[in-house]
């Protein structure tokens, strides 16, 4: 068996149906080979930097996704905390990170949650389980905004059980993917569940909020080029989108890096999207504000609270944020030479960021 080739009858049906005055897009998928969650092994070797795998699949459906093409899973919390224990004893790790792709679908019945709501109980065991391995530091990798603030209790119960503080900062990747309306219901809408397209600007501002207050730190990730359907009105609309947030919220702690796209999941036979080929000068903006917030709060202002664990983490963080402090200007004053060697048009977009969203 092999996990990661697609069975021959591997296919997926889109299948449009309407209620109400609403369109929905239903995804019927056979899936690839996969092992039973017994069949599964534990680790018996420390792992890269503690992360144990906590579920499989995610079931949010994005289009450029290939993780959601495969089926849902979740490991049981003694098997996480068997993995762990092998990270402690083998490996002297003292935390544990926890891999999934949606950390708030764990453990929900897909069948029942019509609209994604967050299994909490399900959580709580979870994060019990790892906390009671002994280990001082624990985060997910990866989580949806939506399912942050699905429900108002999920994200204070589980800082609290992992003891989340000023001095304990738990990161988080999260999918901000575009501040497009158009684009995120076209492409994303079941990661906004229970939410709607339309609510995607709320959704992102309360997310940072509940994340934030709560001593979660949210690392954007954001596709350029989303199959190569990008116009520049949805461009202009995630730059004003990170500028409002900054300007709503001046002490938000989050980081957002541009990433482009790459076709995967449900858009495989769509092209590669090529930065480099591209004309619209847009695309320049979103890479050069998302830089410039990441320079101007990330690193000169909340950087130096993070990744501190233990007296190595202490040295390594204040290196690195030395290095960031001092060499952080390096890439707008790049992206403004490349502008002006692009025209006019390119340069336009540095000058209207700069005089409107800076
Ligand atoms: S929420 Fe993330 S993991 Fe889930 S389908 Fe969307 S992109 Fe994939």
Same mark, same amino acid.
């Given at each position: 068996? /092999?996990?990661?080739?697609?069975? =021959? &009858? $591997?296919?997926? #049906?889109?299948? *449009? $149906?309407?209620?109400? #005055?609403?369109?929905?897009?239903?995804?019927?998928?056979? $899936?690839?080979?996969?092992?039973?969650? /017994?069949?599964?092994?534990?680790?018996? *070797?420390?792992?890269?930097?503690?992360?144990?795998?906590?579920?499989?699949?995610?079931?949010?459906?994005?289009?450029?996704?290939?993780?959601?093409?495969?089926?849902?899973?979740?490991?049981?919390?003694?098997?996480?905390?068997?993995?762990?224990?092998?990270?402690?004893?083998?490996?002297?790790?003292?935390? !544990?990170?926890?891999?999934?792709?949606?950390?708030?679908?764990?453990?929900? &019945?897909?069948?029942?949650?019509?609209?994604?709501?967050?299994?909490?109980?399900?959580?709580?065991?979870? $994060?019990?389980?790892?906390?009671?391995?002994?280990?001082?530091?624990?985060?997910?990798?990866?989580?949806?905004?939506?399912?942050?603030?699905?429900?108002?209790?999920?994200? +204070?119960?589980?800082? %609290?059980?992992?003891?989340?503080? @000023?001095?304990?900062?738990?990161?988080?990747?999260?999918?901000?993917?575009?501040?497009?309306?158009?684009?995120?219901?076209?492409?994303?809408?079941?990661?906004?569940?229970?939410?709607?397209? /339309?609510?995607?600007?709320?959704?992102? =501002?309360?997310?940072?909020?509940?994340?934030?207050?709560?001593?979660?730190?949210?690392?954007?990730?954001?596709?350029?080029?989303?199959?190569?359907?990008?116009?520049?009105?949805?461009?202009?609309?995630?730059?004003?989108?990170?500028?409002?947030?900054?300007?709503?919220? +001046?002490?938000?702690?989050?980081?957002?890096? @541009?990433?482009?796209?790459?076709?995967?999941?449900?858009?495989?036979?769509?092209?590669?999207? /090529?930065?480099?080929?591209?004309?619209?000068?847009?695309?320049?903006?979103?890479?050069? =504000?998302?830089?410039?917030?990441?320079?101007?709060?990330?690193?000169?202002?909340?950087?130096?609270?993070?990744?501190?664990?233990?007296?190595?983490?202490?040295? %390594?963080?204040?290196?690195?944020?030395?290095?960031?402090?001092?060499?952080?200007?390096?890439?707008?004053?790049?992206?403004?030479?490349?502008?002006?060697?692009?025209?006019?048009?390119? *340069?336009?977009?540095?000058?209207?960021?700069? !005089?409107?969203?800076?």
């Amino acid at each position: 068996m /092999d996990p990661f080739r697609k069975r =021959k &009858d $591997f296919k997926v #049906d889109i299948k *449009e $149906f309407k209620r109400g #005055d609403k369109t929905h897009h239903g995804r019927f998928v056979n $899936f690839w080979d996969r092992p039973d969650l /017994d069949d599964i092994p534990n680790i018996v *070797e420390p792992s890269m930097h503690g992360m144990v795998e906590v579920m499989r699949g995610c079931g949010r459906g994005c289009k450029f996704c290939d993780v959601t093409l495969r089926s849902l899973r979740y490991y049981s919390p003694e098997k996480v905390k068997k993995e762990i224990e092998v990270n402690i004893k083998k490996g002297g790790m003292d935390r !544990a990170w926890i891999h999934s792709d949606d950390i708030f679908v764990y453990g929900m &019945d897909i069948k029942t949650s019509k609209n994604m709501e967050p299994n909490r109980d399900a959580l709580e065991d979870l $994060f019990k389980a790892i906390m009671s391995t002994g280990v001082k530091h624990t985060n997910p990798t990866h989580g949806t905004l939506s399912g942050a603030i699905a429900d108002e209790r999920l994200v +204070p119960s589980l800082s %609290k059980i992992t003891n989340a503080g @000023p001095d304990n900062l738990t990161g988080i990747q999260c999918g901000f993917e575009t501040g497009s309306t158009r684009l995120i219901e076209k492409y994303a809408d079941r990661k906004l569940a229970p939410y709607t397209p /339309d609510e995607w600007h709320w959704v992102v =501002k309360e997310g940072v909020k509940t994340l934030n207050e709560n001593y979660w730190i949210p690392a954007f990730t954001l596709i350029m080029g989303l199959d190569n359907d990008e116009q520049p009105e949805d461009g202009w609309e995630t730059i004003r989108l990170i500028s409002e947030l900054e300007r709503e919220q +001046p002490e938000a702690m989050f980081t957002a890096t @541009p990433l482009t796209f790459v076709p995967i999941g449900l858009l495989e036979k769509s092209e590669f999207y /090529d930065m480099g080929q591209d004309n619209d000068p847009t695309q320049l903006g979103v890479m050069y =504000k998302t830089w410039q917030h990441n320079f101007k709060y990330g690193i000169q202002k909340f950087m130096t609270k993070t990744g501190k664990h233990g007296a190595a983490g202490k040295l %390594k963080a204040t290196a690195f944020n030395g290095l960031a402090r001092s060499l952080g200007g390096v890439p707008l004053g790049a992206m403004e030479r490349y502008a002006r060697r692009k025209g006019r048009e390119h *340069e336009r977009v540095i000058e209207r960021i700069k !005089a409107e969203y800076w």
